[in-house]
DNA sequence: AAGTGGTCTAGACCACCTT
DNA sequence: AGGTGGTCTAGACCACTTC
């Protein structure tokens, strides 16, 4: 009924967390495995259920641990794509390029669900930087392997592409790009703005998030030879699933 | 002592959660406004104490909500510094540049607390990189109005910077890539790895960060003219504190 | 002094997964 | 059938902030 008498420095369900923390970080966990249950860490520790369940919350959210329901705790893989982001100037190019974390793209392929196409007034932050007030949308999601690892938005300045293969489902042979180039504005500049953040709940559910997971927002706009902006795409990335790299010259 | 005999769709909990966040998001509760307590929510939906707790954990682990003790429960804002990945490709070159995200900062200078510069032996992937067991470390942190917003630490192949200026507090006029520059191996191109997740334990401390902020995770090569790779600098950032800006050509 | 969030106990019913 | 995590109740003591 009463606790010890001298609250000890750290909680309880901290200290826990901390014991299992230092057993996934240290490989002592590996990926999959199964991590003591409520029920165990209650036996073990002589607490209360919700204490223990604390304990567990805390490595969740951290992203460390996945809850499976009506089985068990989990230790979380990490086993990322790579994403380039200026592949021109990619390490090929002075070779030696070394790699820091591991990455398994080879191979497997996007697979493209929930294609939509239409033509919106532009929210503001669009409409600015397009400098136009009607928009034509390209969303999408791209998964790899069955498992869904972005979801993507594109924007266009309505008049430039009006009536044009840009707004077809099927956009040909080099893609929306390509399009873009028959008409006189092939991308030639890009900026991508980037940030981290918690997801949103339908973020979550579209992405199917376990919790702990951040997401990376890229808002990458593309521009024509002579300045004039011709593309923004908004993309939501699973933080899990993705090592982004950039290459650039001094 | 029993609850409804059908349980709603979704938690109570969740849908206190929501309707909050709609709150948040939509802005009808602003930067620094203080959301209802505990107290308030159990009053208001006749729910249990840790009924209510959860609520509001939802919103703090979304990194939507701040709590404080004592006091109450906030809405968290986003003030972003930001990073220029590329600078000399970046948008002045070809101008009409517009961000889509707001930061400031202008004017704010960073300081530089815990230095600390060691010799040490390579862990695995900075040895593999450098291609050196032995290295120099630079560790540094980073703040803005007083605030720590990065964590960043250098590791140059002993052999390379042993006895230069390198090695040493005061690194002289342009820093560490002048004095690499001397050695005859000024830093030309750069690779920056980047991922993102949610912080450890350590990293929470010493950036100060609330519950449901991730942090970025760059890993920046700097290779020289012949592609002999000169440092590994690894940061965190706070990613609430920050927009990351890569500009590049196609 | 009063109110707030932080930690903890000891129960309960449920949906779900494994066996 | 039994174990697991998910939700919820009704209390308790505490440290801290605000007034």
Redesign the interface.
């Known amino acids: 009924m009463q606790q010890s008498p001298v609250p000890p420095e750290t909680p309880i369900y901290r200290r826990i967390a ?1 014991r299992l ?1 230092e057993a996934i ?1 240290s490989g002592e966990l590996r990926d999959g495995d199964r991590l003591p249950g409520e029920n165990a860490l209650m036996a073990q520790h002589g607490i209360a259920r ?1 204490t223990a369940r604390q304990a567990l919350s805390v490595l969740i ?4 641990a996945v809850p499976k329901r009506g089985s068990g705790v989990y230790v979380r893989q ?1 086993r ?1 794509l790579r994403r380039h ?2 592949r ?2 990619s ?1 090929e190019r ?8 591991d990455s398994d793209t080879r191979g497997r392929p996007y697979t493209v669900d929930d294609m939509q196409i239409a033509r919106e007034e532009a929210e503001e ?1 669009i409409a ?2 397009l400098d136009s007030a009607e928009v034509w949308v390209r969303r999408r999601r791209y998964s790899v392997d069955g498992r869904p690892v972005q979801m993507s938005v594109s924007y266009f300045p309505a008049a430039l592409v009006e009536g044009t293969a840009v707004v077809r489902e099927d956009t040909g042979p080099g893609g929306v790009y390509a399009r873009l180039g028959d008409l006189g504005h ?16 339908h973020e979550t559910v579209l992405l199917d998030l376990p ?2 997971t ?3 927002v890229i ?1 990458r ?1 593309a ?1 024509s030879a002579n ?3 011709v593309e ?1 795409n908004e993309m939501i990335l699973d ?2 699933s ?9």
Chains 1, 2 share one sequence.
């Open positions: 901390d923390r970080l919700a959210n951290e992203g460390l990490f990322p982001g200026s021109r100037l390490q002075w070779g030696r390029g070394q790699a820091i974390w932050e600015r930087v092939a991308p030639a500049h890009f900026t991508e703005e980037l940030r981290a953040r918690m997801p949103h709940p919790a702990g951040p997401v990376i808002m706009t521009y300045g004039i902006p923004v933080s899990a993705y090592v982004l790299q950039y290459d650039f010259d001094a």
